[in-house]
């Protein structure tokens, strides 16, 4: 029957000849339906009847089809569109598809065919991380009554060295705001990277899609892996070449799908070409239909032991399950950026049913050496997640093996702390990753100087144990923005091995106090921050003092600049300023959570600023319905109060915080704050930049390699009490 309506579209010159075949679905199996109800069951009810399909994609730039070509932006030609132009044909759906609200100059379709359409509706941004799906999912995400909502984050989380704990959770509330309104959803790893040179820098987003697989059997909702369907593309290499010859080779090959100028001059290294995007389009639909995947010939397993600070010893088993004889190549990937593997590349040779033991050993980055985003073993995550190619004669894979620690993982439970005075309590879990019991002793260290005793431990096989320790708090003198080390040192069996990570502070403010920012170039450990020159509560060496005070309509802002090298740069605005207010209710303020920016591009001359509209949950995630701000209710002006100092004053209606249900005047009521200011100098091409030295930050940097939390994650703000009067409390993180 499909193909005879077909027939008839073709002969009343309604559907091209060469799309005869678009018209020719194939019938479901049962088993097939069966995956179809138990995965999209709303979509599927849809697709089974011709009705209208709608498609929403949060994402990245890989999500919006970010290319160097023509293609830029077109979405039609992404993964998400070729995904669902297999589900037109395979349901029948002649007019195909459809983007509502494509980019500019970029077509709605790609065919302009007539009858029923599947719709997709692109919500990706270039350059987003998972808490900002957070934006989407608590605002316009469902606005279209969405049938289906594909997830895919990672890729950048894992560029800037974003926590897995951060992640994970960013992934659990947008599957949980998808069930609360009714819509399908599908979880995607994000797709592979070749950060650095080599074969082994592919493994930067791979922990990631592992802790994406778990989110999504956890919920029991589809996981399609990005990342594993492009593996294939390397090809085969025979049989009796060298190790890193045979890896080196696949994966120049691999490579390929960054290809979009054979001679470019600043190589690609994160966006794939339009050939690997119908690749994955065409992987997600399989997946969908696929009740049960293609049997892999491989079982990797591995088992990994702490070595010392330096150095983790991975103990792996490559079965072959297959009925054939299985001759390659197995390469080691780096695991994010911080674990390296020492010798990465193996050959192996295997009858059906029989396995080959490798030992490689990791090279870890050494304590006190790293930031905590970047730290070889994860905030909350006590599992190594390391990542492999395995090429044979065929084709090449990609295989991830999820192991815990040996004989002893750290996981934090407690990374936030609020209204800190005098002391501040860390709270983690002992994990023990071997079967049989373990015992040992620890101490915990924060800063230089303060370390406890030893402390006795023992764990049951495969168990876990809480722990706590409190610590004196003492900031340095007049500091209001300093960060010290804390670690966990373990001695079990003679070998001591440490697990350090950062703590950062800041200190609140009340109404109507002057508050100094820091330089963001002079951000110190605590024991050196009176010489670093951070910020006094009165500064009078010049910078910027940020005041605020409040009535039942407003929040006013006012900051101060002392020879801070305000002047007119060409093409670029005089000083750019970021203010993040946490506008969630009271008992959210300072949680995990998503909460935008206001920025303000300043010119040279004094005068009122325009400001743009701001962004969907400007104020914090969990804005519902309400969802525009209106323009112009926002207002900054640029002023001279005397030689060499400005102010800047910028009001916020207190009825733009949508959800906040705190008072002005309210002791109790508090605010998450964060402010950056950035004066431009001249680079060496006559381009504006923004050197350090002249960037001042509140509490967090907003980018950079001292970035500590995500720029919108308000776990790493200050806080504002609503009310004037002395205040002398701590807003801290652990990470």
């Known amino acids: 029957m499909r193909r005879l309506f077909g027939l008839l579209l073709l002969m009343f010159g309604l559907l091209p000849a060469t799309d005869l075949a678009s018209v020719e679905a194939y019938p479901l199996s049962l088993a097939q339906r069966e995956h179809l109800k138990t995965y999209i069951p709303r979509t599927f009810l849809k697709l089974d009847n011709q009705r209208p399909v709608h498609i929403v994609a949060l994402g990245d730039s890989v999500t919006w089809m970010y290319t160097r070509d023509d293609n830029n932006g077109n979405w039609l030609l992404s993964y998400l569109g070729h995904f669902s132009s297999h589900l037109a044909r395979e349901f029948f759906y002649p007019g195909g598809v459809r983007a509502l609200n494509p980019e500019e100059g970029k077509p709605t379709k790609l065919k302009e065919h007539l009858g029923k359409e599947i719709f997709i509706e692109n919500l990706a941004i270039p350059g987003r991380c998972a808490i900002d799906a957070l934006q989407r999912v608590s605002t316009d995400a469902f606005v279209n009554d969405p049938d289906l909502v594909v997830i895919d984050f990672g890729i950048n989380d894992a560029v800037r060295g974003h926590s897995l704990d951060s992640y994970r959770r960013a992934l659990q509330r947008s599957v949980d705001a998808c069930r609360a309104a009714g819509t399908d959803v599908i979880i995607l790893a994000p797709s592979i990277i070749r950060a650095g040179p080599g074969p082994t820098g592919w493994g930067m987003t791979r922990p990631y899609a592992t802790v994406a697989r778990e989110v ?91 070595e010392s600070n330096e150095q983790i010893k991975v103990k792996l088993v490559l079965k072959n399950r297959s009925e054939e004889p299985k001759k390659g190549y197995l390469g080691a990937l780096m695991m994010g950026r911080s674990l390296r593997p020492g010798e990465p590349y193996q050959s192996f040779d295997l009858e059906p049913g029989r396995s080959q033991e490798f030992e490689i050993v990791y090279d870890r980055e050494k304590a006190g050496e790293v930031i905590g985003g970047l730290a070889a073993l994860d905030i909350a995550d006590p599992s190594l997640r390391l990542s492999y190619f395995i090429v044979d004669e065929s084709r090449s894979r990609l295989v991830d093996v999820v192991t815990r620690l040996d004989p002893v993982a750290v996981e934090w439970t407690q990374q936030r702390f609020d209204q800190v005075t005098d002391s501040v309590r860390f709270e983690w879990r002992f994990v023990n990753g071997g079967s049989d019991d373990t015992s040992g ?25 809480k722990f706590e ?267």
Not at 245 to 274: Q, S
């Open 216 to 306: 999504a059997a956890k919920n029991e909702v589809l996981f399609v892996d990005l990342g594993k369907s492009l593996a294939p593309l390397g090809g085969g290499v025979p049989s009796g070449v060298e190790p890193e010859a045979a890896v080196l080779t696949m994966t120049d090959r691999l490579g390929r799908i960054f290809e979009f100028d054979p001679m470019p001059e600043t190589p690609e290294t994160l966006h794939p070409n339009e050939e690997a995007h119908e690749v994955m389009g065409r992987a997600l639909f399989q997946a969908l239909l696929e009740p049960e995947p293609e049997p892999q010939p491989y079982e990797l397993d591995g088992r990994a032991l702490i």
């Open 441 to 465: 002793r620890y101490r915990i260290g924060m800063g230089e100087k303060a370390v406890s005793k030893w402390v006795p431990f023992d764990l049951p096989g495969l168990g876990a144990k």
């Open 469 to 735: 320790a409190t610590f004196p708090f003492t900031p340095p003198n007049g500091a209001v923005r300093f960060k010290t080390g804390v670690f966990i040192e373990i001695d079990v069996d003679g070998k001591q091995f440490t697990f350090p990570r950062e703590l950062e502070a800041v200190r609140d403010v009340a109404l109507s106090q002057r508050t100094a920012l820091s330089k963001y170039s002079e951000y110190g450990v605590a024991s050196k921050a009176d010489q670093a020159g951070m910020g006094t509560l009165e500064s009078s060496s010049g910078g910027v003092v940020m005041r605020v005070d409040g009535d039942a309509n407003f929040l006013y802002f006012a900051f101060d600049f002392a020879d801070v090298g305000f002047g007119p740069i060409p093409n670029s605005p005089s000083l750019i300023a970021d203010i993040a207010i946490d506008a969630r209710p009271i008992n959210e303020v300072g949680s995990f959570g998503f909460v935008d920016k206001i920025r303000i591009n300043c010119p040279t001359n004094d005068g009122p600023i325009a400001i743009d509209r701001p962004q969907f949950a400007a104020f914090g995630d969990g804005q519902g319905n309400d969802l525009v701000i209106p323009a112009g209710g926002i207002t900054a002006e640029l002023k001279t109060k005397t030689a060499g100092e400005r102010r800047l004053e910028l009001r916020v209606p207190i009825a733009y915080l949508l959800r906040y249900d705190g008072t002005v005047g309210d002791p109790k009521s508090v605010l998450g704050l964060n402010a950056n200011f950035s004066f431009p100098s001249v680079g060496d091409n006559g381009q504006p930049i923004y050197p350090a030295e002249k960037r001042y930050v509140h509490a967090a940097p907003l980018g950079g390699p001292d970035q500590t939390l995500y720029v919108r994650d308000p776990r790493g703000f200050g806080r504002l009490r609503l009310a004037s009067g002395e205040i002398d409390t701590w807003s801290a993180h652990l990470y």
